[in-house]
């Protein structure tokens, strides 16, 4: 039997951010969204919110309204906001492998043909998924499945 390996990890940050994204869609006839209503919806701190919300709205893909009734809206339509941008905010560029200072030949025939290949098939299939499809999928009755791609 084969071994499980993991060889890119997307963080909370990530993983939360993305789900709270997902959540101001869901919430969207709402003027704007209230941290707190995403945390108790979703089950994670407020503080951590707060943290990925400012890179969210540094980047500009949300706004903050003030007031008693404020929150965060999107800046532009969830059918325009990709899953690969929201993560590339919140976790950096995203590679399945670190880019390393090795020099040698095979090395950078094994990073041109695997490790960049791989990578450009992620960014492609992360900029084709919308926050727009991933509200839809989570309004559906049955229970998500999951959506399968190969590399």
Request: aromatic share 8%.
């Amino acid at each position: 039997m084969g071994r499980l390996i993991i060889i890119y990890k997307m963080t909370t940050k990530g993983r939360y951010g993305l789900r709270a994204m997902v959540d101001l869609v869901l919430h969207e006839h709402e003027a704007s969204t209230a941290l707190s209503s995403i945390s108790k919806r979703q089950g994670v701190s407020v503080n951590y919110l707060e943290q990925a919300f400012a890179l969210l709205k540094k980047a500009k893909l949300v706004e903050s309204i003030k007031g008693p009734k404020g929150g965060y809206k999107l800046t532009k339509p969830a059918e325009k906001t990709t899953v690969l941008e929201v993560l590339e905010v919140l976790e950096g560029p995203i590679s399945i492998v670190e880019q390393g200072k090795e020099s040698t030949f095979i090395a950078e025939c094994v990073q041109e043909l695997v490790w960049q290949t791989i990578d450009e098939r992620l960014y492609d299939f992360l900029s084709q998924i919308t926050l727009e499809e991933l509200a839809v999928q989570t309004q559906q009755e049955e229970v998500c499945e999951p959506i399968m791609f190969y590399i």
